[in-house]
């Protein structure tokens, strides 16, 4: 029943990121998918992860995973990770057509515009608040851990 009340929450009242998900879904229609809480995951060869609604697109890549073996392994580093971007598809329900705006672009922002400063400073990436919020939220909805306070350069 969660399941059902989640999908039919990303598909009314987060239509818009869910909609921009879907169009990047069809894009990676080949890579693996499979279903997380009611989340639809994508596994992509990025350097980065992007929760859109419905839609979670999860970095996978060996090699990003490989420059964080000094804080934990590459398996428990991608559990947590996925755990941190179903925390967005959270914030996603919660805000609605406000998501892209309070979360999407400051979220954006701090991964890229400020990831020299992070790594300089060993900011960890969820000291941020949208950050910080989907570790919160992302935990507090499957019992697991997210990456909360890792540093990511």
Avoid at 32 to 37: A, E, F, I, L, V
Avoid at 48 to 72: N, T
Avoid at 85 to 113: C, D, K, N, R
Avoid at 122 to 128: D, R
Wanted: net charge neutral; with cysteine; charged share 20%.
């Amino acid at each position: 029943m969660k399941v059902v009340l989640y999908r039919i929450g990303q598909c009314t009242w987060g239509i818009l990121q869910t909609v921009v998900g879907f169009i990047m879904f069809l894009k990676y229609f080949k890579n693996k998918h499979y279903t997380y809480h009611g989340a639809v995951i994508t596994e992509w060869n990025a350097n980065a992860s992007v929760s859109l609604g419905l839609f979670v697109f999860i970095a996978h890549e060996e090699p990003w995973f490989e420059k964080y073996k000094e804080q934990m392994e590459a398996e428990e580093l991608y559990s947590r990770l996925l755990v941190h971007e179903y925390g967005h598809t959270i914030q996603s329900l919660i805000l609605g057509p406000l998501y892209l705006i309070v979360i999407g672009i400051p979220s954006t922002m701090w991964a890229f515009l400020f990831e020299k400063k992070r790594k300089d400073e060993q900011i960890p990436y969820g000291a941020f608040f949208t950050e910080k919020w989907a570790n919160r939220l992302g935990e507090r909805v499957t019992g697991e851990k997210s990456i909360d306070m890792l540093v990511i350069d």
